[in-house]
């Protein structure tokens, strides 16, 4: 919405490296697409036999795996210990299918939609797995998995099944397969996330060990933390 409304690419008090990071950084919220087309894209071929990206399967590895891994390795180099790719990859995955509407009707019409502050706190007295909010991340792990077993009659000659098979593509099965068994361990992290563990405390606590002085009437205890949040403190005194 801010996009649409106050463009950055054309504020005219920003210097062009400030439009450009203001502009990466609204268009990042896009993320939705490119993440839902990541884990269906091998399905294409492996269930419809169709092809996903056009090239000899050699030049497209050739050309992708250096720029995963470096681009990867950039990452972790810059970011360090404060952000971890791996757990970024789950987090754009959690939220790709219930952002994606908001985010292309906002692109098309500032004014539509509206932005909801996530609930905080709330109490859980068992331990459940939320099925509501994994519902499409279910679908997704159901497809992949079937796109995997597709992979038996691609490879092999399964009677009743000739239609699908392209053993003289071996590289391509290949590719599509590992591809699908990545996005099989995205889903399987991203259906963990709907486990909901039993939370009694409205606020979380954090595990952290810090020095601490707590007045007692006229005596000062000294000690250290165990965790704390808004809420509470846990700690080990003298």
Not at 68 to 87: K, T, V
Not at 163 to 175: E, Q, R
């Amino acid at each position: 919405q801010v996009m649409r409304t106050d463009n950055p690419l054309f504020a005219r008090t920003l210097i062009w490296p400030q439009r450009l990071c203001y502009f990466n950084a609204m268009t990042h919220f896009l993320y939705a697409v490119p993440r839902l087309v990541f884990l269906t894209a091998p399905l294409v071929y492996l269930i419809f036999g169709a092809k996903n990206i056009p090239g000899y399967w050699v030049a497209i590895m050739a050309f992708a795996l250096p720029h995963l891994m470096l681009s990867s390795l950039a990452n972790s180099r810059i970011q360090g210990r404060h952000r971890h790719s791996f757990w970024n990859e789950i987090y754009e995955t959690v939220l790709a299918p219930y952002i994606l509407l908001p985010t292309l009707l906002a692109l098309v019409n500032p004014k539509l939609g509206k932005f909801n502050v996530t609930d905080k706190g709330g109490i859980v007295e068992e331990t459940y797995f939320d099925t509501r909010i994994a519902r499409p991340f279910l679908i997704l792990l159901g497809l992949n998995v079937f796109g995997l077993l597709m992979v038996i009659p691609r490879m092999v000659h399964v009677p009743g099944l000739e239609f699908l098979w392209d053993g003289n593509h071996p590289g391509t099965i290949a590719m599509n397969a590992l591809w699908t068994a990545f996005n099989l361990v995205i889903l399987g992290a991203v259906n963990a996330v709907a486990l909901e563990s039993r939370q009694l405390r409205k606020s979380v606590r954090v595990n952290l060990s810090v020095p601490v002085a707590v007045r007692v009437g006229d005596q000062i205890l000294r000690g250290e933390t165990i965790d704390l949040s808004n809420g509470g403190v846990a700690l080990n005194a003298d």
